[in-house]
């Protein structure tokens, strides 16, 4: 992974702020792994280094059902489908190798009327947070991530963990599975495998010290279905203030919830606070007449402008 970042440009932004230090200085390198290309960043910017490394800790799977589906090629859509339908999910987290597979799945699932959304690495830090926010507070119910993009993903009750794309690394897929079964509760993960990825699927194995549980899909049956495309409850709301505006969730709270704001507690889901923007998950079927009643009113005495937040451009 950090060779990878380092070819979508973080190598040259690394050096042109390096440039910029004075020659005397103290530097320190973190990296989770450290491929070759990171040793030779180091030895030309570090001087008289001391190299510290942390031993991985002994990997631990929680409590997560593993499930393994073989597929062929080109059915790994409809199988994806079938997957989606067989296993009913709140919040579902898709897995691929490649951003243009993920921006292909994800049109491809939105078509399907799925709420979908997806993180690759096209989108800048602003519509990156925007989805994860939907995606948290349960706006979104399937999220489609490449690894990088999909760094610091964070979600409470992730009910499922799809591999569309089995990693390169049987470690990357210990990584991408612990994003459930998370806080003492159950989990659950399939993977879709070609008949040609099955070496994959052992050393998966091997590191994890478990079987997977292998899935059998009757011949021809379908993945369509109203589970996977049930619509999500939430809508996000996109406030323009935020922590520097001294803007806290109870102020948010009671204005859609006060006289002018009219909404029911029940109705308002995670308020989440940045710096100088908040989003605040609303049930979807008052979800206009808050942002009218926001723009029309004050939050702390203050005009604040709000808007609906919606898909990313795949």
């Not at 925007?130 to 964070?154: K, P, Y």
């Not at 079987?211 to 409850?233: M, W």
């Not at 998950?281 to 402008?305: E, P, Y």
């Amino acid at each position: 992974e950090a060779d990878r970042m380092l070819d979508m440009g973080f190598q040259a932004d690394m050096e042109k702020i390096l440039r910029q230090t004075p020659q005397s200085r103290q530097t320190v390198l973190f990296s989770a792994t450290f491929p070759a290309t990171i040793e030779a960043m180091g030895q030309a910017h570090l001087r008289n280094a001391v190299r510290v490394t942390i031993e991985d800790a002994e990997l631990e799977t929680p409590e997560i059902r593993q499930l393994s589906l073989i597929v062929d090629s080109d059915d790994k859509v409809e199988a994806l489908r079938w997957v989606l339908n067989q296993h009913p999910h709140e919040a579902a987290l898709i897995f691929c190798n490649f951003k243009a597979t993920v921006a292909e799945l994800s049109r491809t699932l939105a078509a399907s009327g799925a709420s979908v959304d997806c993180l690759h690495g096209d989108l800048d830090q602003f519509h990156r947070d925007q989805v994860l926010a939907r995606f948290r507070n349960q706006s979104v119910r399937i999220l489609i991530a490449t690894d990088v993009a999909g760094r610091g993903i964070d979600v409470d009750d992730l009910d499922l963990v799809i591999n569309y794309e089995l990693p390169a690394k049987p470690e990357v897929y210990v990584h991408r599975i612990g994003r459930t079964g998370r806080a003492g509760r159950g989990g659950l993960s399939v993977s879709l495998a070609t008949a040609r990825e099955k070496a994959k699927l052992k050393a998966i194995e091997e590191l994890t010290g478990a079987p997977l549980e292998r899935l059998s899909r009757p011949d021809g049956e379908s993945g369509g279905g109203q589970t996977f495309t049930r619509d999500a409850k939430m809508a996000t709301i996109l406030i323009s203030g935020g922590r520097k505006d001294k803007l806290r969730p109870g102020d948010i709270l009671g204005a859609l919830t006060g006289e002018a704001g009219g909404l029911q507690a029940t109705d308002v889901g995670k308020i989440e606070i940045h710096d100088r923007l908040t989003y605040v998950a609303v049930a979807k079927r008052v979800s206009r007449d808050a942002v009218k009643s926001l723009n029309r009113g004050r939050i702390k005495k203050k005009r604040f402008r709000a808007s609906l937040v919606g898909r990313a451009r795949a």
